[in-house]
């Protein structure tokens, strides 16, 4: 990279601003609760001003490339899905030109799709595989809908998405097991997470196993503190084999995450036998658009 960026990682409700110096170190971070679905129609100059306008100040000489949903069709401008298989140069190729209040040019980078007959998008996951070093195996990338992506050749090859952590959520808080559910306390949240990787294990599905958070209660052999626990690592539990199905023996894998994603996908991949190096989403976001910016000025 020649020279330093300012890089967005703006998704649906929060925007996190990097300024990265020429050797790819962090030299400021910024971060707002000010997603895509807060700013209005023609709203995106002044709300980059406002989330990034302190780093643009302290380098008015860096590059600015914004990735995430504001290159959705509901974001700054609609960058176009790049197809699989595609490598860092076809992704920063295909970024489209947006113009900040002072006139500067910026950069907004696409997402993935990928279609085997059932169509397939990401929306800056992309930009974090790029940041692992597209070397070949496989990236986990949890999440609302998380990502599962195949990289062979320097290439991003395939990729699937499951919808984990939105299924959690309606499990948890609005079917019939938000209501034997509670906070957990002292064991609740170990035993539930034990539970659910079990249950995962046995015949019946994913549907029966849910199931299970009820009856367990009811029945008095599982506390209503370990109801969430248990639903996380039996979604968990079933996501990971769901890929295995996909991708086969999940070689040289890669875990994005950090926190309690980290510990709780850490914890199902050991179950299920499978090593995985950690990887946080930060380090991979910086070293992907570091990599980006380097292809767009080439």
């Excluded at 699989?84 to 992704?91: G, K, L, N, V, Y």
């Excluded at 995450?257 to 980290?262: E, P, S, T």
């Amino acid at each position: 990279m020649a020279k330093p960026l300012i890089a967005l990682d703006w998704g649906t409700t929060r925007a996190r601003a990097f300024l990265i110096g020429e050797d790819g170190a962090v030299l400021a971070k910024r971060v707002a609760d000010r997603g895509i679905q807060s700013v209005p129609s023609g709203g995106f100059p002044a709300a980059f001003a406002e989330i990034a306008g302190e780093l643009r100040r302290a380098r008015p000489d860096a590059a600015v490339l914004l990735a995430g949903m504001v290159g959705s069709r509901n974001g700054w401008v609609e960058a176009p899905y790049v197809a699989c298989p595609a490598r860092a140069e076809d992704i920063a190729a295909a970024g489209l030109v947006v113009t900040l209040d002072d006139g500067t040019r910026a950069t907004v980078l696409p997402g993935l799709s990928y279609d085997d007959g059932a169509f397939d998008v990401m929306r800056g996951e992309e930009t974090l595989i790029v940041g692992l070093g597209l070397a070949d195996g496989v990236a986990c990338l949890p999440g609302t809908h998380s990502k599962w992506v195949e990289v062979e050749g320097g290439r991003i090859t395939r990729f699937a998405s499951f919808m984990t952590g939105e299924v959690y959520g309606l499990l948890r808080e609005q079917s019939i097991l938000s209501r034997l559910a509670s906070q957990p306390i002292g064991d609740d949240a170990a035993e539930g997470a034990s539970r659910g990787l079990a249950a995962a294990r046995r015949p019946g599905g994913l549907l029966n196993a849910a199931f299970h958070a009820r009856s367990e209660v009811l029945a008095g052999r599982m506390s209503g503190g370990a109801v969430g626990p248990y639903l996380s690592a039996l979604l968990v539990a079933q996501e990971i084999e769901g890929a295995r199905a996909l991708f086969g023996g999940l070689a040289n894998l890669k875990l994005v995450a950090d926190g309690v994603l980290a510990q709780s996908y850490g914890r199902a991949l050991a179950a299920a036998g499978l090593d995985h190096a950690l990887v946080t989403p930060e380090d991979a976001f910086v070293a992907g658009v570091s990599r980006l910016a380097r292809d767009l000025a080439a």
